[in-house]
């Protein structure tokens, strides 16, 4: 019979406006059933999740995993199935000249599904900065990795930062557009200068050129270049986005997210699609932490639990063209689950300005199937495990 049974949960699946106990059962890697009180008889192995919370597969639409290569990835396990996450876009970590990488050294090593998105700079973030000079850019050379690498690659990444943007200007977005176009693959364009040197306006000149489905991420950055003006109001090219098509992530990174913005901009009705963490060693250490945490922040943000579920799973697959595999829990998908505990408490967290949210919901991952193979949770970022910081009174 069944090879997997979840019993027990309640699933919230916002791909089908499902949410109430019902138990999930997994056969040859696809979700095979999901209804209350699956007979059990034959299965393979059931496990009981009284308690806990049942999401399709959660989807990280920016993380950087490539490690070994790039100083700052992340194993891609550790940031996926051991952090309640199936499935990870690598948003840029590589380039022309490194991507090959991907294939031979990480993905056989993971059971975390990785969807590199490559970067238009030929060394990816194999160095910071990334663009140094003009010939940090090899378009042939781009559209060649993308067409040797055809299905496995999944975007173009461009970063809107100094020095990139005082060396090639407008140019810059412009040629990652060309490869994206050529290539038939969406764009992700990073908004944020964190050298705080650009002209704060060239976001007016950027979002034109974006097309449907292409992805602005980094949605809440402080930093300059963000789709507020100086008055906190939003540029009106950002306020055409909301019929425009293009999708919006609200990756967290190390440096580019400020919860004011966050609040001025969700104020104005630009909300944002996803969800997504901007994961590398260092930010896991500090800052972002896990996925999780960052759905955590957006519950605290005003979201229900129902909404930040959405933004980590339909969503994405959405964003990825995945909706008919990832995503969802609908009889015959892939079978990627997540199994989380929601905790209520007191906790402080911090954006990357310093400033503190305190928020009395926060998320726990405890098992993840990933094509009907079920991980454990590891430990979690915090010397105590996954829960934010504590709150302590001043
Ligand atoms: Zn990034």
Redo the contacts with the bound molecule.
Sequence with gaps: MYDLVLRGGTVIDPSQGLRGQLDVAVEGGHIAEVTAEIDTTGAKRVIDISGRTVTPGLIDL???VFEGVNEAGVQPDLAGVRAGVTTIVD??SSGAATFAAFPRHILPHNATEVLPFLHICQTG?ATNPDIIAAASIDLDATLRVVAEHKGLIRGIKARMVSPALDILGMEMPRLAKRAARESHLPLMV?IGDTQKRYRSDVIRELLPMLEPGDIV?HLFTANPGGVVDGGGRLVPEARELIDRGVWLDA?H?RLNFGFDVARRVLDQGLVPHCIST?L?VPGRRATVHSLVEMMGRFLGLGFTLDQVIGMCTVNPARVLGEQERLGSLAVGRQADISVLDVRQGDWVVYDTVGEGMRISQALVPVLTVKRGQVFEAEWGPHAWGWEPAGYLAP
């Design positions: 920016h993380a950087h948003a840029g973030l990073h991420t990756a990174g901007d590398t």
